[in-house]
């Protein structure tokens, strides 16, 4: 069963940048996997950030469009998410997830729909200070 580990986060201050990584193993990508970023802030409930396919087809949430971007190594097996101009308000524990049901979620437009993912990281914590 694929498992994912995130790694990166960390203290910045606000207009720095960061990137995440999220390590999937256990795992052979096939078409219609997706990987995707989320994040919870305190007090807040768990939102979407980010999302890639096997093919590479992206789409993020709201808050993060333009400021954002997620990539994947050529194996598939890796994803980032480069974050700059970051603000306070993206302070959160940052969450990495799996879909390898295979769903094609981003096709179907739920690519930022957490209950579908079944294979969840334990978090990074990034802190943007004013």
């Known amino acids: 069963r694929v498992q994912v580990v995130e790694s990166g986060g960390g203290s910045v201050q606000s207009g720095g ?65 480069q974050m700059n101009n970051l603000k306070p308000e993206d302070t959160a524990v940052y969450y990495c997830a799996a879909d390898t049901a295979p769903r094609y979620l981003l096709l179907h437009g739920r690519g930022l729909a957490q209950e579908v993912y079944h294979a969840w990281g334990q978090g990074t914590e990034v802190t943007v200070s004013s």
């Open 17 to 81: 940048s960061l990137r995440l990584s999220c390590s999937a193993s256990k795992y052979t990508p096939t078409s219609g996997d997706t990987l995707a970023w989320f994040r919870q802030a305190p007090g807040k409930e768990r939102e979407g950030v980010a999302a890639i396919d096997y093919d590479g087809k992206t789409v993020y949430g709201a808050g993060v469009r333009g400021r954002f971007s997620i990539s994947q190594d050529n194996s598939k097996t890796t994803v980032y998410l």
